[in-house]
């Protein structure tokens, strides 16, 4: 089992910026690929951001490459998005996730390879 809990939305002003944090625990973190989710009002839970076990390969949704950077800290147990730029659009409940599966594109960016979520953080941007 892996433990999962996020930490650092809030609520900001277009432009603005916040830096969300997910701290595991349990199992090894450097075995696992981390992803973040966002699941705004009335829409689907999808795809935000990815990083391989090592940090090697990111991955981003198209809505926010160029604003978003993920991270990791493998002796912290942590990844890390730091979220610049942020518009009303990103406004959501942000979670985090683990996988097992292989860091390819694939499958770091598909909800259905992850095996462990977090409870969620909102964010919110206002206009």
């Known amino acids: 089992q892996v433990q999962l809990v996020e930490s650092g939305g809030g609520l900001v002003q277009a432009g603005g910026s916040l830096r969300l944090s997910c701290a595991a625990s349990?199992?090894?973190?450097?075995?696992?690929?981390m992803g973040w989710f966002r699941q705004a009002p009335g829409k689907e839970r999808e795809f935000v951001s990815a990083?391989?076990?090592?940090?090697?390969?990111?991955y981003y949704a198209d809505s926010v490459k160029g604003r978003f950077t993920i991270s990791r800290d493998n002796a912290k147990n942590t990844v890390f998005l730091q979220m610049n730029s942020l518009k009303p659009e990103d406004t959501a409940v942000y979670y985090c996730?683990?996988?097992?599966?292989?860091?390819?594109?694939?499958?770091?960016?598909?909800?259905?390879?992850?095996?462990?979520w977090g409870q969620g953080t909102q964010v919110t941007v206002s206009s």
């Open positions: 996730a683990a996988t097992i599966a292989p860091d390819t594109i694939r499958t770091m960016t598909r909800e259905g390879q992850y095996d462990y």
């Open positions: 349990g199992r090894t973190f450097s075995n696992y690929g």
């Open positions: 990083i391989g076990w090592s940090g090697r390969h990111t």
